[in-house]
């Protein structure tokens, strides 16, 4: 009774809050957020917006937190991150070696200058408790939590910073009606942890908050290394075929950018950019991707049901469902055959059998998959494309570069086209920059740490077994480099064109321009040899490469 009595308590006062303003006034006259019959309040352009331009730009948020694994790596005040958890030299890192806190021993900076930044601003409220933890820190989610809380115990958080994520749908009803639950332990762990004067009902509320509507914390091309609430992020709508996306700008990847003299005031002050995947009309509402598009149609909605609490009807989702429902009556056998294939090679990939060996036979099992690639609606979505990553990750792990770059010519030939909107979708260009990665590394051009030639040779000679010849890597390369060139420019993504100029330039000191200079000979040899990498008939790859618009 206590608790139903908390809850009506904490709505009422929601309701009586003043509104919260979502719209920072640089972009009143270009969005607007509005209350949508049946689905709450969705965002959208009071004009037409480019798809050259980004929609607006937003300052760090107050609500975030690094993710473990990546805490040793990145700097905990201006989150440069300074080298790839994958053993590739990449690019877009921040060469610096860290500095770490002395109390806690979790936090690391890539200054003293952030260092000292981050202690007045919040660390100081955090340290002590780190410290107490040692090795056992909560996840991220708790710990964007713990920092909220700490900084409005304290009077630190601005008023109307706690007002916008405060007011933020939470589906508390929903799950406070499912009686208590970890996310209560959860609330009462943090409390202690703060020593906390707010009652247990409001950090419960914020959990839910986050879980409701956090996103992923961005890096501008190496992916997420954490979880962030940005309110006005928050109230963009679901969709599986979203208009824009969350984009973090190259100038955020400089140690202590937020005070650089070389940046303009505007760039000081961006954190993340919200960029459209298209030219985006007036009076249309803007939408996000809350989960991962490759899944497939009921895993979605099976996944939003469980986290937002409803069942998307998006067009993608219709036509996956259709698409799906029109091959099991003209091929009844074949999804099952293709799950039975799927269960086979993820057997091999469980955690608990990390072993050479074990990656070797399923890398063996997912080159079976030929007989389905004629039928997208199979292997476009679900299993095939999580193999195919887990596959790419371990590939470069076990330092079995052949596997790992066919695999990820799957994704970039044959998923990602299919399931991502937008040729310059963030997601895409993380795949896009991997691969380029990995033929660097295979060419001799930038490899990882401690190999040799003779280690190189043997890429080079496994992947020629597999149909792909140094010149067809070297005619790849620079095709790819060529498109996402056309990509970016294209795009709100101008930043990290300087990205691709650096891979150019490399290329130009290590690949003879010879090799290039066969014109069409050169070109029909090497798409036949990606044809028959990928294991596509014809008719089909011509599809692809349509699709591709590589």
């Not at 890096?219 to 290394?225: E, K, L």
């Not at 055959?337 to 799927?342: A, G, I, L, R, S």
């Not at 890429?459 to 990509?487: A, E, P, Q």
């Amino acid at each position: 009774m206590a608790e139903l009595d908390a809850l009506i308590d904490s709505l009422i006062q929601q309701r009586n809050a003043p509104e919260a303003s979502y719209i920072d006034c640089r972009y009143e006259n270009t969005l607007k957020v509005e209350q949508i019959p049946g689905k709450g309040q969705g965002v959208f352009a009071k004009q037409f917006l480019s798809v050259k331009d980004p929609v607006c730009s937003l300052n760090f948020p107050a609500m975030m937190a690094i993710d473990s694994d990546f805490l040793p790596m990145t700097c905990y005040h201006c989150l440069v991150v300074t080298e790839s958890p994958l053993p590739l030299p990449g690019h877009g890192h921040t060469s610096i070696q860290l500095k770490i806190c002395n109390g806690c021993r979790s936090a690391r900076f890539c200054s003293k200058d952030c260092q000292v930044d981050a202690w007045h601003a919040y660390h100081k409220y955090e340290c002590k408790i780190f410290k107490r933890l040692q090795n056992n820190l909560p996840p991220a989610i708790l710990r964007a939590v713990l920092r909220v809380v700490l900084l409005k115990d304290r009077d630190v958080l601005p008023s109307d910073e706690w007002s916008r994520i405060s007011q933020l749908v939470s589906h508390e009803q929903i799950l406070a009606a499912r009686g208590r639950s970890n996310l209560t332990d959860m609330a009462e762990g943090i409390k202690h942890l703060a020593a906390s004067s707010m009652g247990i009902e409001t950090i419960q509320r914020l959990i839910f908050i986050v879980k409701s509507n956090a996103t992923e914390l961005p890096t501008p091309i190496q992916g997420g290394i954490g979880v962030m609430l940005e309110p006005l992020v928050a109230k963009f709508n679901h969709s599986c075929e979203p208009n824009l996306a969350v984009h973090r700008p190259q100038h955020t990847m400089s140690s202590r950018w937020m005070s650089s003299t070389q940046l303009s005031d505007d760039e000081r002050r961006t954190f993340v950019h919200v960029i459209p995947l298209r030219d985006i009309q007036q009076g249309e509402e803007l939408l996000n991707c809350y989960i991962v598009p490759t899944a497939s149609a009921n895993a979605r909605r099976a996944k939003l049901m469980e986290d937002y609490f409803f069942t998307c009807h998006c067009p993608k989702c219709l036509s996956d469902v259709n698409a799906a429902t029109d091959l099991a009556a003209t091929q009844p056998s074949l999804p099952t055959q293709f799950d039975k294939w799927t269960e086979s090679v993820s057997r091999h990939l469980a955690p608990e059998k990390r072993s050479l060996d074990a990656f070797r036979r399923a890398a063996a099992g997912m080159d079976k998959s030929e007989r389905f690639l004629e039928y997208p609606a199979l292997y476009t979505t679900g299993k095939f494309p999580e193999m195919a990553m887990r596959l790419i990750l371990e590939g470069l792990k076990q330092q079995a570069l052949d596997e790992a770059v066919v695999n990820i010519l799957r994704i970039y030939f044959l998923v990602n086209p299919q399931r991502l909107v937008g040729r310059h979708n963030p997601t895409n260009i993380y795949t896009i920059f991997l691969m380029l990665d990995i033929f660097d590394a295979i060419l001799g051009i930038s490899t990882p740490s401690g190999v040799t030639g003779d280690k190189v040779e043997n890429w080079l000679r496994d992947l020629s077994n597999r149909g792909l010849s140094r010149d067809g890597v070297i005619y790849w390369r620079h095709r790819i480099c060529t498109d996402v060139r056309k990509r970016l420019e294209d795009s709100a993504l101008t930043d990290v064109l300087s990205l691709v100029q650096k891979r150019e330039e490399q290329a130009k000191q290590t690949i003879d321009k010879d090799r290039l200079a066969e014109g069409e000979g050169l070109k029909k040899r090497a798409e036949e040899e990606m044809r028959v990498v990928l294991g596509l008939k014809e008719q089909r790859w011509q599809g692809v490469m349509q699709e591709t618009g590589c």
